[in-house]
């Protein structure tokens, strides 16, 4: 079964107090390139995130943003700033000596200071905190996979309705290409008419031995059979359980090489826009395996 590489998964997971959330996007990617977005206290599990990511996916550029949220009763604590503090008092005392004043410090003078209370930064527990994050993003991960799967049936059913269409026009094409010696014969009978009045001077063994090279150097058999060849492989990719992203997007070459050497050959309008008309949906084939993984 083929996968896209484009899909989205978002999955939330309360754990004691703490509730993560886990948002995945894949995008297209030659390889596999995992980058996390989470907060300061959740850099120590971006490797152990990763590897998560990786036992799900080969493939693609997935996106993982990660937020936290600690509901415990005791989160709003706050803390004196002792240095801060002891700084302005020392300032109070200063300001009193200097102006000789007779008034005392009191806590209400000291309070108005900015910043002498502040939250406390509570640390959050490490282990409760990837308890809450691991089955989130297990989770994510197998919907972000089942999306790229459902994605990939569509990709399927695409493909195969192309590569069908491929298919049915190189059975044209191979009629039509069965004329082309002919054509060729044709056309080196017309051009020795032309520069000659009279050809009965002219060696006929000569001539059909030309005609034979022109022949042979106008075969296309030899591509058709390829391509052929080419669309049984494409689908026995299709239908393969391993990654095909990289296999299709080879054999795609491989067909446009068959196909510039049949439209090199052809001898007739209508092969050559025969030929343009599968190069398009040739292109168009590309462009979608581009999104497999």
């Not at 990786?54 to 949220?69: C, M, N, P, S, V």
């Not at 415990?72 to 803390?79: H, N, P």
């Not at 005392?93 to 910043?115: E, P, Q, V």
């Not at 039509?176 to 080196?188: G, M």
Request: aromatic letters at 6%; proline letters at 2%.
């Amino acid at each position: 079964m083929i996968k896209s590489m484009t899909a989205f998964s978002q999955v939330s997971n309360t754990y004691d107090t703490i509730t993560a959330d886990v948002t995945l996007r894949s995008y297209n990617s030659r390889h596999l390139d995992i980058s996390f977005y989470g907060p300061e206290s959740c850099q120590v599990f971006e490797e152990d995130i990763k590897k998560v990511i990786a036992k799900t996916h080969d493939r693609g550029r997935i996106e993982i943003k990660l937020f936290i949220q600690d509901d415990a009763i005791d989160l709003e604590l706050f803390e004196v700033d002792d240095a801060r503090t002891a700084s302005y008092y020392q300032a109070l005392k200063k300001i009193k000596k200097d102006l000789n004043l007779s008034a005392d410090i009191s806590m209400t003078d000291i309070l108005s200071a900015r910043n002498v209370i502040v939250p406390s930064k509570k640390k959050l527990d490490l282990t409760k905190l990837w308890e809450a994050i691991k089955p989130c993003l297990e989770t994510a991960s197998i919907n972000l996979d089942l999306m790229r799967k459902q994605e990939g049936k569509n990709l399927y059913s695409d493909l195969s309705a192309r590569i069908d269409y491929i298919e049915d026009n190189l059975k044209q094409v191979e009629k039509d290409a069965a004329k082309i010696p002919q054509v060729y014969k044709k056309r080196l009978m017309e051009r020795i008419s032309y520069l000659t009045s009279d050809t009965e001077g002219l060696d006929p063994v000569r001539i059909s031995q030309e005609a034979a090279i022109i022949a042979d150097k106008s075969d296309v058999s030899e591509e058709i059979v390829r391509l052929y060849s080419h669309i049984k492989q494409f689908r026995q990719i299709l239908d393969s359980d391993d990654s095909q992203g990289r296999k299709l997007n080879f054999l795609i070459q491989e067909f446009n090489r068959e196909f510039n050497t049949i439209g090199s050959k052809a001898g007739n309008a209508d092969l050559s826009h025969m030929i343009v008309n599968l190069k398009s949906e040739l292109e168009k084939i590309r462009e979608q395996v581009q999104n497999i993984e």
